[in-house]
C-alpha cells in the first residue's frame, strides 16, 4: 500500500525558513509527477508546486522566489524548501500523487508575524 507521509513543520518567524519532505512507501517517487498544496484555515486547498518526472518544476505565483521543490531519489523524498516566510503561508502543507489524487496526512506550517 502506497502512503506519502509529510514532515518538517513548525512555528517560524517572519523572514524564516523550514523545509518539508515528503517520503513515499511502496512507490518509487521519481517515477511520478508529485505536487505540493496547502491549506489555510477556512480557505480551500491551493497549488503550491509541481515537480516532473524529468526534474522540471512549475511554481505558484505566490511563492516564486521562495520556495523550491526538489526530489532526492536515492531517499525516495520530495522536499519543498521555505525561505523568506510570510504569515500568509501559514497553512498545513501536503504532499500530493496527481496521478491517483493521493495525499499524504499533511504538516502544520506557522509563520509568526
Not at 74 to 102: F, H, I, S, W
Amino acid at each position: 500500500q502506497v502512503e506519502l507521509v509529510e514532515s518538517g513543520g513548525g512555528l517560524v518567524r517572519a523572514g524564516g525558513s523550514l523545509r518539508l519532505s515528503c517520503s513515499a512507501s511502496g512507490e518509487i517517487i521519481s517515477f511520478n509527477i508529485m505536487d505540493w498544496y496547502r491549506q489555510a484555515p477556512g480557505k480551500q486547498r491551493e497549488f503550491v508546486a509541481r515537480v516532473f518526472t524529468d526534474g522540471t518544476t512549475t511554481y505558484a505565483d505566490f511563492v516564486k522566489g521562495r520556495f523550491t521543490i526538489s526530489r532526492d531519489n536515492a531517499k525516495n523524498t520530495m522536499y519543498l524548501q521555505m525561505n523568506r516566510l510570510k504569515p500568509e503561508d501559514t497553512a498545513v502543507y501536503y504532499c500530493r500523487r496527481p496521478r491517483d489524487g493521493l495525499w499524504g496526512q499533511g504538516t502544520q506550517v506557522t509563520v509568526s508575524s
